[in-house]
């Protein structure tokens, strides 16, 4: 499967300078389930800094925040993130307990 990117927050200001509403850090989350239900996830925040003219916060879309998220994180670190989740979802090779 694919991970899949998800953006539960974000924070911003309400007033800079004239403009209004500027997110400026970016929670995300993202996360795979493997067939077998081993799931996978990483959360985390990343600072943005929107350049040029700022898309109006109303018109803001969850795919939009992803981008800039993962622009901000830089390709390197989307691959480590996304890799740290397969490693995490490789079935499990030992286990503990008792037999009773």
Do not use: C, F
């Not at 929670?27 to 990343?46: E, F, I, L, Q």
């Amino acid at each position: 499967m694919a991970v899949t990117w998800t953006i539960p927050s974000m924070d911003r200001d309400l007033k800079s300078g004239d403009n209004e509403n500027i997110i400026t850090t970016i929670h995300w989350r993202a996360s795979d389930t493997a067939k077998d239900g081993n799931p996978g996830s990483s959360y985390g925040s990343v600072s943005v800094t929107l350049v040029g003219t700022p898309k109006a916060y109303a018109d803001v879309t969850e795919a939009d925040a992803i981008g800039w998220a993962k622009d901000a994180l830089g390709a390197d670190e989307v691959k480590n993130i996304e890799d740290n989740i397969a490693d995490q979802m490789k079935p499990a090779t030992t286990a503990s307990g008792v037999s009773w």
